[in-house]
Structures are given as structure tokens and as C-alpha cells.
């Protein structure tokens, strides 16, 4: 089931523009989102987060585009400076 939530979420966001949710709960990432379009995410309504479980970056967006984010929880997004030692 929280597979089909990602992938839903990963399609609506393939073309932009406003992006909604008819669900609750929280939306594991198995790889980071790629924004490459003017994009909001509105989860008003809803109680939604994404979380990359410590091991993925959350959100890559594309030079150029906007991003907007309305009353959604982002949380353990995979961060990693530019002294690592991490391959």
C-alpha cells in the first residue's frame, strides 16, 4: 500500500502544478523526488509527511523551478555535507 501512495505521489508530480491528497499518513520515499516542473504541494486538509527513513534526500528541485510546500511535515531526510567522508 505505501508503494502505491509513493508512486501516486511521484506521477501527479511529473507535470506539475498543484498536487493534493485525498489521504493521511506518512509517504516513505524509496528515492529522492525530482522536481522539474513548477510545482505546489497542498496537503491543507490532510495530516501528510514525507520521510526518507535517514537514507534519502527528500526533494531535488530542477534549476529554474519553484517550489511550494503548504502544511506538509518533511522529516529523517538523508543530508550529507561537503566534508563527508560518505561514499
Known sequence: MAQAVESE??????????VTFACDGAIGLSSTLLITNDTTIDATGHAIGLTGSNAVRLVEIGPGVTLELVRL???????????????
Not at 511535515?73 to 561514499?87: A, I, P
Open 73 to 87: 511535515s518533511l522529516s529523517d531526510g538523508f543530508v550529507r555535507g561537503t566534508n563527508s567522508t560518505v561514499g
Open 9 to 18: 505521489l511521484r506521477q501527479a508530480l511529473q507535470g506539475g502544478g498543484l
